[in-house]
């Protein structure tokens, strides 16, 4: 995972999330002096220093810097502070420590994957081979092997080497050595596929030997070229070349040879993945040819959590969903630990339509199979959270008070404890406490175990402070948990599990009132639907057999087909929202709820 505040699913990267949260908010509580005051550097010990701030109001903010490996405990205008290796401190007042880069009590998330949608059924897939370019075929030529990447000018990631020679020896047989400065490639000879390489991180530069069997007369040799990114910084950028240098048959050097070039892929060029109707589109074939278009419709799933392509059937190519790129895969290649780097890949939410989205994957390689493609949803499955009473207290329980006086008046409450927070994303809640412990628990968020010291209420206090709830705090404190073993510093972990919330129709609350007017001389009412769940409701229709009303009714509102009524037009009444209208009639209608859609993401 990478170190953004969001991941690519545009969901909070915990712990990095909330770690930069309280890292700006006590940042932002010293900005008056970080602006307008005078920095003044106190050297605190060998590897420790203060960088202090002072304005002339008398404000003062201070940050306290440990650039050595071991804990050190420093004097600061005659106060103690502990600082931890390769930390920094923020006093916002020069007093009181807000923030502590080398503890933060911020919360651990889990995330899951759970499949929603399968591409399973070979006859839904469709397939396009591309053509394979041949001198013939091309109108950019050249007597030299020309640079990849000044030749396609940033139009494609491909560029395709094309020459044609005489065979007139009887030997078929013969070797084509390839040496190419990067990133693959992939040889084709008469239109066959004869090999493919690529280079690697640290060298994108290779050579590619493949033996051939070559036809006596004319044949077609044709060189596809792949970039994989480009360097955007360092020296010498427009120094550099990528592609072809050198290519010979059985030791006959053809580098300066009758070149033709095609900058990109025919399909490419063609945009087929917005408009498929430019090529003739084949059933989805049990052989898997290299470069190959496929392509099929989907429904987009229901909800609003994100989601993504599971492409672990597939090696290197391209996704478009309709017409629009969501990025280059390259399944095939793996880490050194032998598993690829991603097989995950997103699909914005905005892309999408409700139904008839097309996709369409062009694929380099064989051994594939597209019909093990998936649709998957990304959630957050679980939230940990692991604070000791050595940790410092939420930056935003701070009381920032300015005086008529020139001393900065930043205090704290002396109340405040060192506080566990969980958070569900939304319209999820916490149904479970997977492990909850208040003493001194071994291990973190990804393994843990109790210790020596363990309150036997520690599921019972979280529980009751968090189950059913999106977010809880829980403080750090005896007076929580008791006291399970004096002298000894406390930690609370607890690890708690996400979940939609199980909502149905009886979350929907009818009610009415009289309003004390009068329309046509019938009294008026108000009735109110409230929705009691955090996931909202989609179509909710009442009973409403027989009810008139002389106040005429907004039909977006409520529209009736016989002895149903429809709410709002079938559209959502959101999580803990109310919807409300009037009708005026002698009596009040017993409207009854008869069924309503959760979408709860």
Not at 78 to 100: H, M, T, V
Not at 220 to 244: I, K
Not at 314 to 338: C, D, L
Not at 398 to 426: E, I, Y
Request: charged letters at 20%; one cysteine or more; aromatic letters at 8%.
């Amino acid at each position: 995972m990478n170190e953004a505040p969001l991941d690519e699913y545009g969901m909070p990267n915990e712990p990095k999330y909330s770690h930069l949260k309280e890292l700006h908010a006590a940042v932002k509580l010293s900005i008056s002096p970080l602006l307008a005051g005078e920095q003044t550097v106190v050297n605190l010990g060998q590897f420790q220093t203060a960088y202090v701030y002072k304005a002339k109001s008398g404000e003062c903010a201070a940050f306290l810097v440990n650039n050595g490996s071991k804990d050190a405990t420093v004097q600061f205008q005659n106060s103690p502070y502990q600082l931890y290796p390769k930390s920094i401190s923020i006093l916002p007042d020069c007093k009181s420590e807000a923030f502590n880069t080398g503890k933060v009590s911020a919360q651990h998330a889990t995330r899951s994957w759970t499949l929603t949608q399968k591409f399973d059924s070979p006859q839904n897939w469709q397939e396009y081979n591309e053509a394979i370019p041949t001198y013939d075929n091309t109108s950019l030529r050249q007597n030299i092997i020309v640079d990849q990447m000044r030749t396609t000018n940033d139009l494609s990631d491909y560029l395709w080497y094309t020459f044609s020679f005489q065979h007139d020896s009887p030997d078929p047989k013969s070797t084509l050595n390839v040496q190419t400065r990067g990133h693959v490639l992939h040889s084709f000879v008469n239109g066959v596929l004869v090999g493919s390489e690529h280079g690697a991180h640290r060298n994108a530069g290779f050579a590619l030997d493949s033996k051939v069997t070559l036809n006596k007369g004319i044949n077609h040799v044709s060189l596809l070229s792949a970039t994989v990114g480009l360097p955007d910084n360092g020296a010498y950028l427009e120094r550099r070349d990528y592609g072809l240098h050198s290519v010979k048959i059985d030791g006959k050097d053809f580098s300066t040879y009758a070149w033709g070039y095609q900058v990109g892929l025919s399909g490419e060029n063609l945009q087929i993945y917005s408009d498929t109707s430019k090529v003739q589109w084949n059933r989805l074939s049990s052989t898997k040819h290299p470069m190959t278009w496929y392509k099929t419709l989907s429904d987009a799933p229901a909800g609003n959590d994100p989601v993504a392509l599971n492409l672990g059937s597939m090696g290197k190519g391209e996704v478009w969903i309709n017409g629009q790129s969501i990025g280059r895969y390259r399944v095939s290649f793996h880490t050194p630990k032998g598993t690829p780097s991603q097989i995950w890949y997103h699909v914005p939410r905005s892309f999408l339509k409700p139904t008839g989205n097309l996709l369409v994957l062009t694929e380099e390689e064989t051994g594939v199979d597209p019909i093990k493609i998936s649709l998957d949803r990304i959630s957050v499955a679980k939230v940990c959270a692991l604070v000791s009473e050595t940790h410092l207290h939420p930056v935003s329980t701070w009381m920032h008070q300015r005086t008529s006086g020139n001393l900065n008046n930043t205090r704290q409450n002396p109340g405040r404890k060192p506080t566990a927070k969980l958070s569900c994303p939304p319209n999820s809640y916490i149904s479970k406490i997977l492990y909850a412990s208040y003493g001194n628990p071994s291990g973190d968020c990804k393994t843990y175990a109790a210790g020596s010291c363990h309150s036997e209420d520690s599921t019972a206090v979280v529980q009751k402070a968090c189950l059913g709830k999106r977010r809880c705090s829980v403080s750090v404190s005896n007076e929580k948990f008791g006291d399970p073993c004096p002298r000894i510093s406390k930690t609370l972990l607890v690890d708690a599990q996400c979940d939609c919330q199980p909502c149905t129709e009886k979350n929907l609350v009818i009610s009415q009132s009289p309003t004390g007017k009068l329309v046509q001389n019938k009294p008026e009412w108000s009735l109110t639907i409230t929705n009691n769940c955090i996931c909202i409701q989609l179509n909710v229709k009442l009973s409403c057999d027989g009810f008139q009303s002389v106040e005429n009714i907004d039909s977006s509102v409520l529209s009736k087909s016989g002895s149903v009524c429809l709410v709002k037009g079938g559209q959502p009444i959101y999580g803990n929202s109310k919807l409300s209208f009037t009708y005026a009639s002698a009596t009040s209608f017993p409207f009854k709820l008869l069924s309503s859609q959760v979408a709860c993401s």
